[in-house]
T-cell receptor, first 113, second 112 residues
Framework: DTEVTQTPKHLVMGMTNKKSLKCEQH?????MYWYKQKAKKPPELMFV???????INESVPSRFSPECPNSSLLNLHLHALQPEDSALYLC????????????FGPGTRLLVL | GQQVMQIPQYQHVQEGEDFTTYCNSS?????IQWYKQRPGGHPVFLIQ?????EVKKQKRLTFQFGEAKKNSSLHITATQTTDVGTYFC????????????FGTGTRLKVLA
């Protein structure tokens, strides 16, 4: 089973809202990732968690706040977003964070008004 | 910075024609992965190549990793309408960073 699940599938939020994206995997993977993908562009890495600790933050603005409550779950807390943050947010997981295959979830399509 | 370029950016083919996309890295790679993303979908893992000069086949898809481990290709024989989507390569550099560098992607359209 190589399934990564993400909720919600779609999200519309105002610039003053607070919302959270959720990601879950039950493959025993110890690395989890958040990517942002704009239309017709490749995924851009935002954060990497390895063994539940944040190992990479790609200089992401603080209005995006990741959280890894346990090895199966990954959250992305959103606050005071801008319209340009509208994108597809993809979660991925892998056995480890060094060159292992990443499996992507279906993503959350976010629209910021 | 480290970059991975893909060519072509777009390709329209008639159903039944062959298709190839090329991936070129500015730095030597430990491995390279290929993903397919259907319109409105998410990247789906296709294959990982690790060895210099490696060639792997999946039905009509043939993947190659260059001898210098800086380039790769994906070739599709006799395309079908189900092959439509964007194909991304993602390379893992041997040094300098602990993350995959995604290629720019090749968008394939197959005309029936």
């Amino acid at each position: 089973d190589t399934e990564v699940t993400q909720t919600p599938k779609h999200l519309v939020m105002g610039m003053t809202n607070k919302k959270s994206l959720k990601c879950e995997q039950h493959m025993g993977h110890r690395a989890m990732y958040w990517y942002k993908q704009k239309a017709k562009k490749p995924p851009e890495l935002m954060f990497v968690y390895s063994y539940e600790k944040l190992s990479i933050n790609e200089s992401v603005p603080s209005r995006f706040s990741p959280e890894c409550p346990n090895s199966s779950l990954l959250n992305l807390h959103l606050h005071a977003l801008q319209p340009e943050d509208s994108a597809l947010y993809l979660c991925a997981s892998s056995q480890a964070d060094r060159g292992k295959t990443q499996y992507f979830g279906p993503g959350t399509r976010l629209l910021v008004l | 910075g480290q970059q991975v370029m893909q060519i072509p950016q777009y390709q329209h083919v008639q159903e039944g024609e062959d298709f190839t996309t090329y991936c070129n890295s500015s730095t030597t790679l430990s491995n390279i992965q290929w993903y397919k993303q259907r319109p409105g979908g998410h990247p789906v893992f296709l294959i990982q190549l690790v060895k210099s000069g490696e060639v792997k086949k999946q039905k009509r898809l043939t993947f190659q990793f260059g001898e210098a481990k800086k380039n790769s290709s994906l070739h599709i024989t006799a395309t079908q309408t189900t092959d439509v989507g964007t194909y991304f390569c993602a390379g893992y550099p041997t040094s300098g960073t602990y993350k995959y560098i995604f290629g720019t992607g090749t968008r394939l359209k197959v005309l029936a």
